[in-house]
């Protein structure tokens, strides 16, 4: 039978891995949020996003939500403030800035979402962060401007502030507090289970917010490019980034994981340069090459046995 410290080796080799996944498959839910002004209104895609994941989670979970159901009901307020940050403000409230603000500003912004974890993974959570690793995180902030402003820091001047900028300074917020709170509030669940409860409490608060929704003259009508494209972002971003992120942050801790939200505009550049014949440029050549470093310093540590989680704990 492995002992503590293979098992910690094991699982800590597969997550640095899956950690390069994650961003990639966000990338999937930034496509979405532009194609849906339209298509298909905020909360409703949303809403169906998380009921479908919450589904098919619950039921791969089933018999672990029943055994750890008397758990599940005393930490109800836990899956409704994680729902709350994950699923809601993360979720709807993204789509709803797509529709006034820029690509550019998205993801500056969104940028200070790592920064405040690994500040509160140290201040909060005790975890430790050193001067290498640190170096890493302004190394890759720099690489994820490069990339936005395509080179030219220049544009950085041009950058006005509208109303959907402040949709998107609360997701970040709200992801912050959604890592920071999954990692303080330890759980008996597996990933997969605790996805699912989340998943409940954020069905449960976009649920009238759709309701509402739908109720309006100005929503567009359900289609099958609607239904198609709650498909994918339940499926992909959905299941599949968040599913990631909540199983590798339990083995290599907070801030590291967060750390690696800034492959989003390199990922992205490649998926149009792939996909939509858009031009490789220099500014993407020495933005990746940033974050890239800049996640290598912060990624190049030796994990303690103390950090092992229960093997139920690791999903």
């Known amino acids: 039978m492995p002992s503590n410290a293979q098992r910690l080796a094991a699982h800590t080799r597969i997550a640095l891995v899956l950690i390069w996944l994650t961003p990639m498959l966000w990338t999937v839910n930034q496509i979405s949020a532009r194609i849906a002004p339209g298509v298909v209104a ?11 994941a919450g589904l098919i989670l619950t ?7 029943w055994r750890m159901r008397q758990w599940v ?30 690509a550019m ?39 994820v401007a490069q990339v936005v402003v395509r080179g030219d820091w220049s544009h950085l001047t041009q950058v006005q502030l509208v109303v959907g900028d ?34 409940m409490g954020g069905v449960a608060l976009l649920l009238p917010f759709a309701v509402w929704e739908l109720a309006s003259d100005d929503t567009p009508p359900m289609s099958q490019a609607a239904l198609g494209l709650i498909g994918l972002t339940a499926l992909v971003p959905g299941l599949g980034a968040y599913w990631i992120y909540g199983w ?12 690696t939200l800034y492959l989003g505009p390199l990922y992205a550049g490649l998926a149009a340069w792939l996909l939509l014949d858009e031009p490789m440029g220099w500014h993407h050549l020495v933005g ?21 989680v229960p093997a139920r704990d690791a999903g």
């Open 248 to 259: 590798t942050q339990k083995i290599l801790g907070t801030s590291r994981v967060a750390v």
């Open 288 to 308: 990746g090459a940033l974050i890239l470093s800049g996640v290598g310093l912060v990624m190049t540590f030796k994990p303690q046995a103390a950090s092992l």
């Open 59 to 65: 039921v791969l979970a089933r018999q672990e939500l």
């Open 166 to 199: 402040v949709w998107i300074l609360a997701a970040a917020i709200a992801w912050a507090a959604y890592a920071l709170l999954q990692k303080k509030w330890h759980s008996p669940l597996s990933a997969t289970a605790r996805l699912a409860t989340i998943c």
């Open 73 to 102: 009901l005393t930490t109800w307020y836990q899956s409704v403030i994680l729902g709350a940050c994950g699923m809601w403000i993360c979720g709807a409230w993204v789509y709803i800035a797509g529709q006034s603000t820029s």
């Open 105 to 143: 500003n998205i993801s500056l912004i969104y940028a200070s979402s790592p920064i405040m974890i690994a500040v509160g993974s140290v201040l909060w959570l005790g975890e430790t962060f050193s001067k290498r690793q640190i170096l890493g995180v302004v190394v890759a902030l720099l690489g």
């Open 42 to 52: 905020p909360h409703v895609l949303a809403l169906g996003r998380w009921t479908l």
